[in-house]
């Protein structure tokens, strides 16, 4: 039976226990934002696997609430080594004896997304064929770091991250076949490797989006990518993507479960998760 399982600050709703299904549409991998948790969007992940996905939710070593390290102690490494993350995950889901012949197969391969929040936002554009180019984070925090102040402040170290290598291999991975990006970092890709982008890339934006102005991330992406549509989440800041937790937690851009007033996050969340389902169904 469906059950609340607490953990920590968020929990899910799950059926602990109980038989797996013997195939599942696709599988969707979801990529948490920086210093976040595997558990903080499980409602959307509740609504996917509801419609039938399976749905793997990484913690993203060296990025999360508990370990930092990736940004922090690691900087060069931290564009590249988030997609790898989730390429890593795909690897093992797909080779596994158990999950990989479940999830569902057309002429292309086994159907495969991916959704992220924020630096996974990042992430998963990256999979789809963006390109980081870490310098123009220096550029444009000298040029409108007092308008883009928190993600400027966060990103001192990786500001000066190589831009990857001529003969590097490359970040995106062709079996992710859609991607939803939900108040993604954008600054950081090279525009022209944008354009290029062929897979399917949906953007969600809050509209008052203080830790990643719109006008810098969101709304500049969609400008970029030829393949995109771009919704837009009226009287929402960043973290309306996120579960509220049920204790408060602080952030560069307060807590976490502090919205406008008049914002109906858990409404607002059973409605993306719907739009969410459709939008894979179409693509995958």
Known sequence: ??????????????????????????????????????????????????????????????????????????????????????????????????????IARDARGPRVGAVGHSAGGYTVIALAGGRPAPQRIATHCREHGADDAIFCGLSRGTSGAPQPAAGAPPLMDARVHAVAALSPVGVVFDPESLRRVTTPVA????????????????????????????????????????????????SPDGDLAADPPGFARSRFLEQLGRELSDYFDANL
């Not at 059950?3 to 899910?12: L, M």
């Not at 070593?61 to 930092?68: R, T």
């Not at 995950?89 to 158990?98: G, K, N, Q, R």
């Not at 008052?208 to 970029?224: N, V």
Request: net charge positive.
């Open 203 to 250: 953007i969600w934006v809050a509209d008052l989006d203080r830790f990643l102005p719109p006008r810098f991330h969101a709304e500049w992406l969609a400008q970029q990518l030829p393949s995109t549509s771009l919704h837009r989440v009226p009287n929402a800041w960043h973290y309306a993507f996120m579960d509220a937790p049920t204790t408060p937690i602080p």
């Open 1 to 102: 039976a469906v059950r609340s399982v607490a953990r920590g600050p968020f929990g899910v709703r799950a059926a602990p226990g109980a038989p797996a299904a013997a195939s599942v549409r696709g599988l969707i991998l979801m990529s948490h934002g920086t210093a976040g948790t595997e558990l903080g969007h499980a409602r959307l992940a509740e609504a996917l696997a509801a419609h039938g996905y399976l749905v793997a939710a990484l913690r993203h070593p060296g990025d999360n609430w508990q370990d930092q390290s990736l940004r922090t102690r690691r900087a060069e490494q931290y564009f590249d080594e988030r997609p790898r993350q989730v390429s890593r995950v795909i690897d093992a889901l797909l080779a596994d004896a158990a999950w990989g012949p479940r």
